[in-house]
Protein backbone atom coordinates (compact mmCIF):
# COMPACT_ATOMS: atom_id res chain seq x y z
CA UNK A 1 0.00 0.00 0.00
CA UNK A 2 1.30 3.84 -0.21
CA UNK A 3 1.86 5.99 2.46
CA UNK A 4 -1.48 7.49 3.23
CA UNK A 5 -3.52 4.13 3.13
CA UNK A 6 -0.49 2.86 5.62
CA UNK A 7 -0.59 5.80 8.03
CA UNK A 8 -4.65 5.57 7.95
CA UNK A 9 -4.75 1.83 9.10
CA UNK A 10 -2.00 2.55 11.64
CA UNK A 11 -4.36 5.15 12.98
CA UNK A 12 -7.37 3.44 13.48
CA UNK A 13 -5.76 0.31 14.72
CA UNK A 14 -4.52 2.18 17.81
CA UNK A 15 -7.75 3.56 18.07
CA UNK A 16 -9.44 0.97 17.62
CA UNK A 17 -6.97 -1.22 20.74
CA UNK A 18 -8.89 2.06 22.52
CA UNK A 19 -12.00 1.15 22.29
CA UNK A 20 -10.54 -2.80 23.68
CA UNK A 21 -9.02 -0.85 26.11
CA UNK A 22 -12.38 0.68 27.03
CA UNK A 23 -14.54 -2.03 26.98
CA UNK A 24 -12.38 -4.21 29.51
CA UNK A 25 -12.31 -1.33 31.62
CA UNK A 26 -9.16 0.12 31.47
CA UNK A 27 -9.69 3.32 29.12
CA UNK A 28 -7.08 5.26 28.17
CA UNK A 29 -6.66 8.68 28.73
CA UNK A 30 -7.09 10.69 25.94
CA UNK A 31 -3.28 11.91 25.66
CA UNK A 32 -2.58 8.51 25.01
CA UNK A 33 -5.24 7.88 22.82
CA UNK A 34 -4.08 10.69 20.68
CA UNK A 35 -0.26 10.52 20.88
CA UNK A 36 -0.63 6.70 20.65
CA UNK A 37 -2.69 6.92 17.22
CA UNK A 38 -0.07 9.54 15.98
CA UNK A 39 3.37 7.50 16.57
CA UNK A 40 1.02 4.32 15.16
CA UNK A 41 0.39 6.50 12.04
CA UNK A 42 4.33 7.15 11.60
CA UNK A 43 5.15 3.67 13.14
CA UNK A 44 3.16 2.37 10.18
CA UNK A 45 5.91 3.84 7.04
CA UNK A 46 8.08 3.09 8.96
CA UNK A 47 8.73 -0.95 7.62
CA UNK A 48 9.30 0.61 3.94
CA UNK A 49 12.95 2.43 5.40
CA UNK A 50 14.52 0.04 2.81
CA UNK A 51 13.26 1.83 0.06
CA UNK A 52 14.47 5.07 -1.28
CA UNK A 53 11.59 6.35 -3.05
CA UNK A 54 8.91 5.66 -0.22
CA UNK A 55 8.23 8.44 2.65
CA UNK A 56 10.04 7.77 5.42
CA UNK A 57 13.28 7.46 3.18
CA UNK A 58 12.73 11.32 2.01
CA UNK A 59 11.46 12.77 5.31
CA UNK A 60 14.79 13.46 7.13
CA UNK A 61 16.78 14.38 4.12
CA UNK A 62 20.36 13.08 4.19
CA UNK A 63 20.35 11.50 6.91
CA UNK A 64 17.16 9.33 6.01
CA UNK A 65 18.35 8.76 2.95
CA UNK A 66 21.74 7.13 4.13
CA UNK A 67 20.07 4.98 6.97
CA UNK A 68 18.01 3.57 4.02
CA UNK A 69 20.99 2.47 2.32
CA UNK A 70 22.15 1.51 4.98
CA UNK A 71 18.98 -0.88 6.11
CA UNK A 72 18.26 -1.89 2.72
CA UNK A 73 21.86 -3.28 2.13
CA UNK A 74 21.46 -5.04 5.68
CA UNK A 75 18.19 -6.52 4.35
CA UNK A 76 19.46 -7.77 1.52
CA UNK A 77 22.42 -9.43 3.35
CA UNK A 78 19.97 -11.13 5.64
CA UNK A 79 17.53 -13.02 2.91
CA UNK A 80 20.78 -13.99 0.83
CA UNK A 81 21.92 -15.70 4.17
CA UNK A 82 18.81 -16.89 5.22
CA UNK A 83 16.89 -17.93 2.01
CA UNK A 84 15.84 -21.14 1.30
CA UNK A 85 16.08 -22.95 -1.84
CA UNK A 86 12.74 -22.11 -2.79
CA UNK A 87 13.47 -18.22 -1.97
CA UNK A 88 13.89 -16.81 -5.35
CA UNK A 89 16.99 -14.50 -5.89
CA UNK A 90 17.06 -10.80 -5.44
CA UNK A 91 18.72 -8.01 -6.17
CA UNK A 92 17.74 -5.73 -3.42
CA UNK A 93 16.22 -5.91 0.29
CA UNK A 94 12.82 -4.09 -0.39
CA UNK A 95 10.20 -5.87 1.48
CA UNK A 96 12.40 -8.47 3.38
CA UNK A 97 13.68 -7.95 7.15
CA UNK A 98 12.01 -5.17 7.77
CA UNK A 99 8.66 -6.35 6.81
CA UNK A 100 8.51 -9.29 9.39
CA UNK A 101 7.34 -10.04 12.69
CA UNK A 102 10.97 -10.08 13.99
CA UNK A 103 11.74 -6.27 12.97
CA UNK A 104 8.32 -4.91 14.43
CA UNK A 105 9.69 -6.69 18.08
CA UNK A 106 13.13 -5.44 17.63
CA UNK A 107 12.05 -2.23 16.89
CA UNK A 108 9.13 -1.67 19.20
CA UNK A 109 11.35 -3.18 21.93
CA UNK A 110 14.22 -0.70 21.68
CA UNK A 111 11.99 1.96 21.22
CA UNK A 112 10.55 1.13 24.92
CA UNK A 113 14.23 0.36 26.06
CA UNK A 114 15.55 4.18 24.84
CA UNK A 115 12.18 5.82 26.30
CA UNK A 116 12.55 4.51 29.63
CA UNK A 117 16.00 4.85 30.14
CA UNK A 118 17.32 7.93 27.57
CA UNK A 119 14.65 10.44 29.85
CA UNK A 120 12.96 13.39 28.58
CA UNK A 121 15.52 13.97 25.23
CA UNK A 122 14.77 10.41 23.98
CA UNK A 123 11.29 10.39 24.54
CA UNK A 124 11.11 13.66 23.32
CA UNK A 125 13.15 12.32 19.97
CA UNK A 126 10.58 9.62 19.83
CA UNK A 127 7.93 11.82 19.57
CA UNK A 128 9.54 14.26 16.79
CA UNK A 129 10.31 10.98 14.47
CA UNK A 130 6.95 9.45 14.63
CA UNK A 131 5.31 12.97 14.15
CA UNK A 132 7.24 14.12 11.47
CA UNK A 133 5.99 10.74 9.94
CA UNK A 134 2.19 11.15 10.86
CA UNK A 135 1.89 14.39 9.77
CA UNK A 136 4.02 13.26 5.97
CA UNK A 137 1.45 10.33 6.17
CA UNK A 138 -1.94 11.54 6.97
CA UNK A 139 -1.31 14.75 5.12
CA UNK A 140 0.67 13.62 1.96
CA UNK A 141 -0.21 15.92 -0.43
CA UNK A 142 0.29 19.30 1.67
CA UNK A 143 3.28 17.97 3.29
CA UNK A 144 4.61 17.49 -0.88
CA UNK A 145 7.79 18.98 -1.93
CA UNK A 146 11.06 20.54 -0.36
CA UNK A 147 9.30 24.18 0.78
CA UNK A 148 7.14 22.04 3.35
CA UNK A 149 10.22 20.40 4.58
CA UNK A 150 10.82 22.56 7.12
CA UNK A 151 7.14 23.35 7.87
CA UNK A 152 6.51 19.93 8.90
CA UNK A 153 9.72 19.62 11.25
CA UNK A 154 8.68 22.55 12.94
CA UNK A 155 5.62 21.80 13.53
CA UNK A 156 6.17 18.07 14.70
CA UNK A 157 9.02 19.13 16.43
CA UNK A 158 6.04 21.96 18.57
CA UNK A 159 3.89 18.69 19.13
CA UNK A 160 6.16 16.99 20.52
CA UNK A 161 6.86 19.27 22.70
CA UNK A 162 2.93 20.00 23.99
CA UNK A 163 2.39 16.51 23.83
CA UNK A 164 5.68 15.39 26.57
CA UNK A 165 4.42 18.44 29.04
CA UNK A 166 1.27 16.74 28.63
CA UNK A 167 1.51 13.32 29.22
CA UNK A 168 3.88 14.36 31.76
CA UNK A 169 1.19 15.92 34.02
CA UNK A 170 -0.26 13.16 36.78
CA UNK A 171 -2.98 10.80 35.52
CA UNK A 172 -2.28 11.63 31.58
CA UNK A 173 -0.31 9.08 30.55
CA UNK A 174 3.56 8.99 31.40
CA UNK A 175 2.33 5.97 33.14
CA UNK A 176 -0.03 4.11 31.19
CA UNK A 177 -0.15 0.48 31.98
CA UNK A 178 3.11 0.34 33.19
CA UNK A 179 2.96 1.43 36.72
CA UNK A 180 6.30 0.33 38.31
CA UNK A 181 8.99 3.04 39.24
CA UNK A 182 11.02 3.70 35.97
CA UNK A 183 8.50 2.53 33.83
CA UNK A 184 7.32 5.92 32.65
CA UNK A 185 7.15 5.75 28.66
CA UNK A 186 7.58 2.09 28.83
CA UNK A 187 3.89 1.90 26.60
CA UNK A 188 5.79 3.79 23.13
CA UNK A 189 6.97 0.76 22.15
CA UNK A 190 3.50 -0.89 21.87
CA UNK A 191 2.31 1.59 19.05
CA UNK A 192 5.25 1.07 17.37
CA UNK A 193 5.24 -2.58 17.10
CA UNK A 194 1.13 -2.47 16.20
CA UNK A 195 2.25 0.52 13.08
CA UNK A 196 5.17 -1.85 12.00
CA UNK A 197 2.34 -5.31 11.89
CA UNK A 198 -0.36 -2.86 10.42
CA UNK A 199 2.01 -2.24 7.79
CA UNK A 200 3.04 -5.70 6.83
CA UNK A 201 -0.87 -6.83 6.48
CA UNK A 202 -1.38 -4.26 4.18
CA UNK A 203 1.40 -5.09 2.05
CA UNK A 204 0.37 -8.62 2.25
CA UNK A 205 -2.97 -7.68 0.64
CA UNK A 206 -1.47 -6.25 -2.42
CA UNK A 207 -0.13 -8.20 -5.38
CA UNK A 208 3.21 -9.08 -4.30
CA UNK A 209 2.50 -10.13 -0.94
CA UNK A 210 4.73 -9.98 2.34
CA UNK A 211 7.26 -12.34 4.08
CA UNK A 212 5.42 -11.60 7.82
CA UNK A 213 6.10 -15.03 9.69
CA UNK A 214 10.13 -14.92 8.45
CA UNK A 215 12.04 -16.83 9.77
CA UNK A 216 9.52 -19.36 9.99
CA UNK A 217 9.62 -22.19 7.08
CA UNK A 218 6.67 -22.56 4.99
CA UNK A 219 7.22 -25.14 2.46
CA UNK A 220 10.67 -24.65 1.06
CA UNK A 221 10.81 -20.86 1.37
CA UNK A 222 12.17 -19.21 4.61
CA UNK A 223 10.55 -15.33 3.04
CA UNK A 224 6.82 -17.18 2.05
CA UNK A 225 5.01 -13.70 0.85
CA UNK A 226 2.37 -14.23 2.97
CA UNK A 227 -1.36 -12.54 1.29
CA UNK A 228 -4.99 -13.89 0.77
CA UNK A 229 -5.72 -15.75 -2.35
CA UNK A 230 -4.55 -14.02 -5.85
CA UNK A 231 -7.82 -12.68 -7.09
CA UNK A 232 -7.91 -10.87 -3.71
CA UNK A 233 -4.89 -8.86 -3.86
CA UNK A 234 -4.47 -5.33 -5.22
CA UNK A 235 -1.69 -3.16 -6.81
CA UNK A 236 -0.90 -0.29 -4.36
CA UNK A 237 -2.44 2.91 -5.27
CA UNK A 238 -4.93 1.18 -6.99
CA UNK A 239 -9.15 1.94 -6.49
CA UNK A 240 -8.91 -0.57 -3.90
CA UNK A 241 -6.58 0.93 -2.05
CA UNK A 242 -8.08 4.54 -2.83
CA UNK A 243 -11.81 4.24 -2.71
CA UNK A 244 -12.68 1.67 -0.30
CA UNK A 245 -10.12 0.97 2.07
CA UNK A 246 -9.01 4.68 2.51
CA UNK A 247 -12.66 5.32 3.45
CA UNK A 248 -12.69 1.99 5.28
CA UNK A 249 -9.75 3.01 7.77
CA UNK A 250 -11.61 6.54 8.20
CA UNK A 251 -14.74 5.08 9.57
CA UNK A 252 -13.11 2.66 11.79
CA UNK A 253 -11.18 4.93 12.98
CA UNK A 254 -13.88 7.44 14.48
CA UNK A 255 -15.97 4.66 15.71
CA UNK A 256 -12.90 3.28 17.33
CA UNK A 257 -12.13 7.16 19.00
CA UNK A 258 -15.45 7.42 19.73
CA UNK A 259 -16.01 3.93 21.37
CA UNK A 260 -12.32 4.71 23.80
CA UNK A 261 -13.41 7.75 24.71
CA UNK A 262 -16.64 5.96 26.02
CA UNK A 263 -19.09 8.03 23.85
CA UNK A 264 -20.39 4.77 22.29
Known amino acids: MMGPAHSLSGAAAWLGVGAA ?40 GPLSQA ?12 YQATRLKGDPSRAGGHRTLTHTWVWAVLIGGGTSLLAINGGRWAVLGILFVHMVLAIEGLLWRAARGHSSTVLVW ?16 PG ?17 GLPIVLGAVVHDI ?30 MRFRAGSWVELKVLMPVFMV ?13
Open 21 to 60: AAATGHTMPWPVLLVGALICAGAALAPDLDHKPATISTAF
Open 67 to 78: LCEIIEKLSHAV
Open 154 to 169: LLAATSAWLLAEILDQ
Open 172 to 188: MGARWLFTEPGQEYLWL
Open 202 to 231: GDALTVSGCPVLWPIPIGHKRWYPLGPPKF
Open 252 to 264: LGGVGCAAALNMI
